[in-house]
Structures are given as structure tokens and as C-alpha cells.
């Protein structure tokens, strides 16, 4: 029998899971899903491929847990920083702000991984049900807001919300000061010697209402982004957009459910 490294038996096997788990959302961000398979993992893991089977008989059943877990933790994450908001605005914003973060940890990484990986389409369906599962609470605070149009507004603020984690996952800061696409520097100096009169800092909207504000207002291009992140989403282009939002697929859940007991 291995030596147990935990406190019982289960807590073992939960702890080697895990590790195993982790060891192929590695693999798959940096090697592609055709790359996840038990001997790959178990390597990584530091286990013999006959341990990987004790957890997951294939490389579908591997997949269909990292489908799972990429979103499992980011939900959890989320629903953390939605707890602590106050009204729909916040909720809005916290959503906006937690889901930058995520991605500056590379936190959706795994799920775009899966999403470009040409898997069978029931487990692309479950993809995008879990994707329409984890966003739903921010689409809920965008219809409690009583904007115009809130489907629209919400695919606005989410094509916005798209093009900001592209960019911080390409290493944009989060920060807002002092960097690129922060506020001008202050005047040096003015033409006589003396320093320049300061100047009133720029009106800011808060986060929130500055999103409200930009996706009431924009334009083709604003619609553009937004059905561009739901293109990424797993919802192609020929595909109405109310009718994206409202796919669920059973199919999905079964296959995943199935390669999971495995």
C-alpha cells in the first residue's frame, strides 16, 4: 500500500485527485487537450500511469473533470465578490472586477483551452452551459438595473469585459494609475519658471455606471464586441444571440457525467 501522506485514507485519495486534477489543467493550457492523456498526467502528478486509473479510466474522463473544475473555481471566486456587493451596481461592477482578476491568473485559461480543442460537441454544449451558469447573476444585476434593453446592454458590457481580459491576460496591469491607459501626468511647469496652475482631476464615473454608460451608448462597434465574446463563448456567429443565451444542452451533461464517473 503507497505511504498516506494525509490524515485517512480519503483524505489521500481527495489530495491525490486534486493533484492529478491540477496536473492536467497544466498540461492542457500549455500542451493542448490532445496532449491530456493518464501517462501525461501521472508523470506530471509524480504518479504511475496504474494510480491515474484508480481516478479516471481515460483521457475523457480526465477532460470532462477539467471542464468542471475550470469553472467550479472561478464560480466559487465570483460568488465570493458578489456576496459582498451591495446592490445590482456593485454587483455589476464586482463581477467586472473579479473577472480581470481571474484572468490575470490565467484562471479562464483551462476553459478556453477546452473550448478550442475540438471536443465532441455534447461536452462544447456543457462548455456553454457552464459559461451561461457562471454569468447569469451579472446578467440578473444588468435586467434588476432596469437598463433599456438589458440582454443587449449585458452582451455590450460582456464584449467590454472580453477585450479587458484579453489584455490583461496579454500582461496589461490592472492597475489604473500611472501606466498606460491611466490619467495624463501632471503639467511640468508652465513658460515663465513657475509651476503650472494644478489641474482638477478628470470626472470618473464609478466602474459600474461607467460600464452602463458605454454600452448605452455605443455603437456598431460596441454591438460588434459583444457578439464577438459570444462567438467565444462557445455561441457561433450565424446563432441569434437570445437564442445562444438560452441553449442548455442534457446531452452535455450526460457525456460529462458519464467520463466523469470513470
Not at 478628470?202 to 461607467?210: D, F, I, Q, T, Y
Amino acid at each position: 500500500m503507497p505511504k498516506i501522506n494525509a490524515s485517512s485514507v480519503a483524505e489521500h485519495r481527495a489530495q491525490q485527485r486534486e493533484a492529478l486534477i491540477g496536473a492536467a489543467i497544466d498540461i492542457l493550457v500549455h500542451e493542448g487537450a490532445a496532449a491530456v492523456t493518464p501517462a501525461a498526467v501521472g508523470a506530471r502528478a509524480g504518479l504511475a500511469r496504474s494510480s491515474v486509473y484508480q481516478y479516471f479510466d481515460s483521457s475523457a474522463a480526465l477532460l470532462a473533470t477539467v471542464t468542471e473544475e475550470a469553472f467550479r473555481r472561478s464560480d466559487e471566486a465570483l460568488g465570493r465578490a458578489l456576496a459582498d456587493a451591495e446592490g445590482p451596481l456593485e454587483r455589476v461592477e464586482a463581477f467586472f472586477r473579479e473577472s480581470l482578476r481571474l484572468g490575470a491568473e490565467g484562471a479562464h485559461r483551462p476553459a478556453a483551452a477546452l473550448m478550442n480543442a475540438g471536443l465532441p460537441p455534447a461536452c462544447q454544449e456543457r462548455l456553454v452551459e457552464l459559461h451561461l451558469r457562471q454569468v447569469e447573476p451579472f446578467r440578473a444585476a444588468v435586467r434588476e438595473l432596469g437598463a433599456p434593453e438589458p440582454a443587449l446592454t449585458a452582451d455590450l458590457i460582456a464584449g467590454m469585459l472580453h477585450t479587458a481580459l484579453a489584455a490583461v491576460e496579454g500582461g496589461a496591469s490592472l492597475g489604473t494609475g500611472g501606466g498606460p491607459g491611466g490619467p495624463p501626468p501632471p503639467p511640468r511647469g508652465g513658460g515663465g519658471g513657475g509651476p503650472a496652475p494644478p489641474r482638477p482631476p478628470p470626472h470618473r464615473l464609478p466602474l459600474g455606471e461607467g460600464l452602463l454608460s458605454a454600452a448605452g451608448s455605443a455603437g456598431p462597434g460596441g454591438r460588434a464586441a459583444g457578439r464577438s465574446h459570444l462567438r467565444s463563448s462557445g455561441c457561433g456567429p450565424g446563432r441569434a444571440a437570445a437564442g445562444c443565451r438560452g441553449r442548455r444542452s442534457s446531452s452535455g451533461r450526460r457525456w460529462c457525467a458519464a467520463a466523469r464517473r470513470g
